[in-house]
């Protein structure tokens, strides 16, 4: 039996299209380490742009791109780096910036909406009378959307204003944008304008604008040189990279207008998922694709158990913590998906509620 | 290669498994007589991860030729990344390192105080900056037998592992038996846009997998990637011995060139280097220039007068 899959753990699980596809097998390649390669750099200059930054460069993961952004900022041995407590780069990064590049990161306590309070940030901003006990701060990160506060977004008052903290203590700002098109497209903010106060933005082109692989990262022509360097060194040069870049380009120009639509999706199922009375849903706090709800304590089910009998009615979704479950909904997924979904949800709580077992 | 890659068979390589990945990496592991392999986006992650899983532990020294690849042209990654101290031991012309010196230097225990701990050697197969010339799996061998005798691991940068193969008439996965881990490139000879492969063991791999992670390297939909990989293992190795047919063609005809001098014996592969002579007063750079008016591209391998130039063949 052929059993529907609807795949809602993330919107990386997105495969390329067939525009991608062709567009791979026709790029125009030459070898991006000892030269340039066409359809990279035409890539590279497009996002530029597009951000407003002076230059790009393509990397395998989002993980790379931060990796090299504060590596980068951060190049004086004895640095630190401000961050969310519960940011991407702080919890699901390998803790890299340290193991990999020896930089002491200093954590602020991330709000529900994502931000961070501003007398906190600055209040972590390492006093240099202390230089003797301590690390020198050279750079603060923001993350937008905010993935484990739910894919909240920074608005763009919040973002010029941790900029103008960031230019008063001399520091940079790197924005980990895996997801900023659709910050900006919940916002209304053109991208280039949400990341203006930003030194550096990290940008996923493999999440929700679906190519097959790779993130870009933007600044200054500067920091991009230093940044080509880094990439190397941690060996994401790679050779005919136009093959990625060309579905990248594809993904840029066909998917971004899609992302408003995944959004209506989401909103739609977290109204559905409201009406769940063993499910707690804050809809007002779902901006862009990404769903997270809690399940309410006395109904004895495990996020395990739920994602558990979810997968076998076809439904993958991803435990969040010891109580809730995040959906992330992507173009790949379709209304009806949506609807199946909810049903599987309210036939899996059911199951669950009724058989009384707690696990 | 480009067929391959518009219809691969795909999925996310991180939050699951790439089915396309899974086959190229499978196929490589037997390929080369290891337990499992990993794809990845190049031949310096490759080698940088093996270095940094062997050396897990702080305070670690690997042991590699001067003239390495590793040593040279990789940004020193394994130091200024991954914390790894570098002991080099004189390469000889034909690649290899003397089995003494290498011997010599492992760090003894009685000196932990002062240093290091020598935990891995590293060998190149074939050796790029000594002309692309083979290790045989005699001496390998031997260097193997030497790091089981002090509890030290071996790691091959075998980015043109094929070609010492083919020259040699040696199965890859002799060639590579005494090793505990070694790096393939699919992105060079066999001509795969991008893209390396690390083989070892499952507990290696493992590991090798979550570094990859961590520096960056895991990528979604990778098999795309991977699909052109694996057409260049089935097409291209066949391909190899012409290039270094025609490689000893253009070796003998530079021969005769009195400005230029050729060990035209130690083209034993697709790598030609030649030194002007010194009374010609040519330099490397100009000469270099010149042709690339003519529209041929090289590259100048030393930068003095009696200088060296490396020309890779290819087929089309």
């Not at chain 1, 026709?26 to 070898?31: I, K, T």
């Not at chain 1, 497009?46 to 590596?71: D, H, Q, Y």
């Not at chain 2, 290790?135 to 790091?147: C, F, H, N, P, R």
Request: include cysteine; hydrophobic fraction near 40%; aromatic fraction near 4%.
């Amino acid at each position: 039996m052929v059993m529907r899959r609807v795949d809602l753990r993330s919107d990386t699980v997105t495969k390329p299209t067939e525009a991608m596809r062709a567009a791979m097998a026709s790029a125009d390649v030459d070898d991006d380490v000892l030269g340039s390669d066409p359809t990279a750099h035409r890539f590279e200059s497009e996002m530029a742009r597009v951000m407003g930054k002076e230059a790009a460069l393509f990397v395998p993961s989002g993980t790379m791109g931060n990796l090299i952004s504060v590596l980068v900022h951060c190049e004086v041995r004895g640095s630190e780096v401000i961050l969310g407590d519960n940011s991407h780069i702080h919890v699901y990064e390998n803790g890299g910036i340290s193991t990999i590049g020896g930089v002491h990161p200093r954590t602020v306590k991330n709000k529900s909406d994502g931000t961070m309070d501003l007398d906190q940030i600055e209040a972590a901003i390492r006093h240099p009378e202390g230089a003797l006990y301590y690390p020198t701060t050279r750079l603060i990160c923001l993350e937008n959307t905010h993935a484990n506060c739910g894919g909240r977004c920074i608005s763009l008052e919040y973002t010029d204003r941790v900029g103008e903290i960031a230019k008063k203590h001399g520091l940079k700002l790197h924005i980990d944008g895996a997801r900023i098109f659709n910050a900006s497209i919940a916002l209304g903010v053109p991208v280039h304008r949400l990341v203006q106060a930003a030194d550096s933005v990290s940008v996923c082109m493999s999440k929700g604008l679906g190519a097959p692989v790779g993130s870009v990262i933007v600044g200054s022509r500067e920091f991009i040189t230093k940044a080509k360097r880094l990439r190397k060194t941690l060996g994401g040069g790679m050779r005919q990279v136009g093959v990625l870049c060309a579905a990248a380009y594809v993904a840029l120009q066909d998917n971004v207008r899609k992302l408003a639509d995944d959004h209506k999706k989401a909103k739609l199922f977290a109204d559905g998922l409201k009406q769940i009375k063993e499910l707690t849903v804050d809809t007002s706090s779902v901006e862009t694709n990404m769903v997270f709800f809690d399940i309410v304590e006395s109904s004895f089910i495990s996020p395990e158990r739920l994602c558990q009998v979810l997968e076998e009615h076809g439904v993958l979704a991803m435990p969040a913590s010891s109580t809730s479950v995040r959906f992330v909904v992507h173009y790949q997924i379709s209304e009806s998906d949506i609807h199946y979904a909810l049903a599987c949800v309210k036939q899996a709580v059911q199951e669950l509620s009724t058989d009384g077992i707690a696990k | 290669m480009r067929a391959a890659m518009a219809s691969a068979d795909v999925d996310d390589d991180v939050l699951g498994s790439d089915p396309t990945a899974r086959h190229l990496e499978s196929k490589m592991a037997k390929l080369t007589g290891k337990e499992a392999a990993l794809f990845v986006p190049s031949g310096t992650m490759g080698n940088l991860i093996s270095v940094l899983v062997h050396c897990d532990v702080r305070g670690t020294e690997v042991i590699l030729g001067d003239t390495s690849h590793m040593h040279v042209l990789e940004n020193g990654g394994i130091s200024t990344i991954g914390g790894v101290h570098p002991k080099t031991v004189k390469n000889n012309p034909d690649g290899t390192m003397d089995i003494d010196k290498i011997e010599a230097a492992i760090r003894s225990p009685d000196g932990k105080l002062f240093f290091p701990t020598t935990r891995l050697i590293c060998l190149e197969n074939t050796h790029a900056n000594c002309g692309g010339r083979c290790l045989s799996a005699e001496y390998t061998d031997m260097v193997g037998k030497i790091a089981k005798k002090h509890g030290l691991k071996l790691h091959i940068d075998g980015a043109r592992i094929f070609n010492a193969s083919v020259a040699l008439k040696v199965p890859v996965h002799k060639l590579l038996q005494a090793a505990d881990s070694a790096l393939l490139c699919l992105s060079k000879g066999l001509g795969a846009p991008v893209g390396s492969v690390i083989v070892g063991s499952k507990d290696f791999i493992a590991k090798a997998k979550r570094l990859r992670k961590t520096l960056g390297g895991g990528m979604r939909q990778v098999g795309v990637l991977c699909a052109a990989a694996y057409v260049a293992l089935q097409e291209n190795i066949g391909k190899l011995e012409d290039d270094h047919r025609k490689a000893k063609i253009f070796a003998d005809g530079l021969k005769q060139i009195k400005e230029l001098s050729i060990d035209a014996t130690s083209v034993e592969t697709n790598m030609i280097f030649f030194s002007i002579v010194d009374g010609s007063l040519i330099s490397p750079k100009k000469l270099c220039q010149v042709l690339e008016e003519r529209g041929v591209l090289a590259m100048p391998a030393s930068s003095t007068s009696k200088g060296n130039f490396a020309y890779s063949f290819w087929s089309k």
